[in-house]
């Protein structure tokens, strides 16, 4: 008999397990309000028009090979994607202090940094939201780190514990590492105020802890690159050190491409020097090198100016299209007259809603309206459409009165 025969049946993953079920469904009206993947207004997913250019440029560009990349990655796109989070204009990027090494998408960029700190750093805490993407305290653990919870979402007023947050941190151990959401909270929604950013900047520094960032969404909150990337910034302002991981799989559509980017800024360049050094010996026996068309094709367009522009214009439309997603759910259960203070659906922001309706609820509306959505309540407005809201609004509506 087979020498894995004692392996146990593994449980699907809770988010990309609501896809696996949603394929298996074969009933017409079924919604897949799950995975964070964007579709239009026709339902179907997108690939942005500038990529489209970019990829006609490269496959038209005959000096272009399928060589090896080097162990950090396309040297362009890595100095491209700090720009891009940390501002053309940033002091870090200037005076050499940044270290940047493409990974696979946002995954891959937090589990590269998490190995390396496991490796390299002093402490191995690091304190997450509660609650948080799923994926989190898995990539964690399985880097050596060991997740702790700061509390975030206030179930109440479905905004932020903000105190909670604050004494959790306060109460850290000095020097632990601190992950941060950059902007659109996965999957609350939830982001602090610029004035709340702040006083978390004062905590952290104070107390010497090292703060950790997921931009996995930068552009699609607020539809401006700028100001979804100003949690980050006001830390690098300061001159203190950081890490930064970054995805283009939502921003630019380049989720099965796996685009991303890890960046830790450093005090000095020397010490950057040596961190990149040792970020090669944690990715070469990971992956060797990481694939060179998805970041080929965002080199493509950070680089052009007029790229750039289509970029942020149709990277607007998306995020427009999600908050009019928004505004559409809130007014049909207003029209229902559905139970309940639905305005956290339109002051949340970025790609999801998170509902506050349970599990049993949750499972009533995948059973009687085929709505496949995670079971803690979390919608991706992504996936809705005019045409679709009505039949979510009524699921709801079914579910909650
Ligand atoms: C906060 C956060 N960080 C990192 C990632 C990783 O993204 P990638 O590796 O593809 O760049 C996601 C994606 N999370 C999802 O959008 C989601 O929560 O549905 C989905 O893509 C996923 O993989 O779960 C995320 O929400």
Redesign the pocket.
């Known amino acids: 008999d087979s020498v894995f025969a004692n392996i146990a049946k593994a449980p699907e993953d809770p988010?990309?397990g609501v896809t696996v079920a949603y394929n298996k469904d074969s009933s017409p009206i079924k919604l897949n309000l799950g995975?964070?993947a964007y579709r239009t207004e026709e339902g179907k997913p997108l690939v942005l028009n500038v990529v489209r250019r970019a990829e006609q440029l490269l496959v038209n560009d005959p000096s272009r090979v399928k060589e090896y990349l080097p162990i950090t990655g396309l040297a362009d796109f890595n100095k491209l994607s700090a720009k891009l989070i940390f501002g053309a204009d940033s002091p870090a990027i200037q005076e050499n202090r940044v270290a940047t090494v493409q990974c696979l998408?946002?995954?891959g960029s937090?589990r590269v940094g998490a190995e390396f700190l496991a490796k390299h750093y002093h402490q191995n805490s690091i304190y997450i939201p509660q609650p948080t993407?799923g994926?989190h305290p898995k990539v964690f653990t399985m880097a050596g780190l060991s997740p702790k919870y700061y509390r975030y979402y206030d179930p109440e007023t479905r905004g932020l514990n903000f105190q909670g947050l604050l004494e959790d941190l306060s109460s850290a151990p000095s020097g632990a590492i601190v992950l941060l959401?950059a902007c659109a909270h996965?999957p609350t929604g939830v982001d602090p105020t610029v004035e709340q950013w702040e006083q978390i900047r004062q905590l952290i520094r104070s107390k010497g802890l090292l703060p950790f960032f997921?931009s996995?969404y930068q552009g699609f909150a607020s539809g401006s690159l700028d100001a979804d990337a100003q949690s980050v910034r006001i830390f690098v302002a300061d001159g203190g050190e950081c890490l930064a991981a970054q995805?283009y799989?939502k921003n630019m559509g380049l989720?099965g491409e796996r685009v991303?980017a890890l960046s830790i800024v450093c005090r000095t360049a020397d010490v950057a020097s040596r961190v990149e050094s040792q970020l090669k010996l944690v990715i070469r026996p990971m992956y060797s090198n990481p694939p060179i068309h998805g970041a080929s094709i965002v080199a493509t367009i950070l680089k052009d100016r007029d790229m750039y522009n289509e970029w942020t214009i149709e990277l607007k439309a998306m995020a427009d299209r999600i908050i009019s997603m928004r505004q559409q759910l809130f007014d049909a259960l207003r029209d229902r007259g559905t139970p309940g203070d639905w305005s956290h659906i339109i002051k949340q922001i970025g790609m999801f809603t998170f509902t506050g309706l349970n599990t049993e609820q949750v499972a009533f509306m995948t059973k009687e309206y085929h709505i496949y959505m995670t079971s803690d309540g979390r919608i991706s407005m992504a996936g809705l459409s005019s045409r679709t809201v009505p039949h979510l609004a009524d699921a709801i509506h079914a579910a909650v009165t």
């Open positions: 988010i990309l995975v964070g998408s946002g995954t937090l993407w994926n959401h996965n997921d996995a995805s799989a989720y991303g």
